[in-house]
């Protein structure tokens, strides 16, 4: 079992960058694809991205895709959300999760089997 801990959120302006850390422990870490969802109050959690357990492969939400990247230290056990140009659209709790599987293309966070508590982003427009 994976035990991640999310970080790194906080107050932006428009236009502004952030980068989330999702810290893990567990040996299975670098085994588990590691996908990115936030909500919104009031709204379902939705998906944002994902990356493979070797960090070659990722998928991003076609909101995010061109200003968010992801990556991965599996030294560190640690994945990595560059979040550039934020939008306030881009406001929510923001949560990393691991899935069972070294890779996934999926969208579904009821894929995910461990969370991390979150982290809030808020965009000031």
Known sequence: QVQLVESGGGLVQAGGSLRLSCAA???????SAIGWFRQAPGKEREFVATI?????TTYYAG?????????????KNT?????????PEDTGAYYCAAHRSRNY?????????????GTQVTVSS
Request: aromatic share 12%; charged share 15%.
């Open 25 to 31: 422990s567990g040996r299975t870490f670098g085994n």
């Open 63 to 75: 909101s995010v895709k061109g200003r968010f990247t992801l990556s991965r230290d599996n030294n």
């Open 79 to 87: 994945v990595y959300l560059q979040m550039n140009g934020l939008k």
């Open 105 to 117: 293309s999926g969208t579904s966070p009821t894929d995910f089997g461990s969370w991390g508590p």
């Open 52 to 56: 493979s357990w070797s960090g070659r």
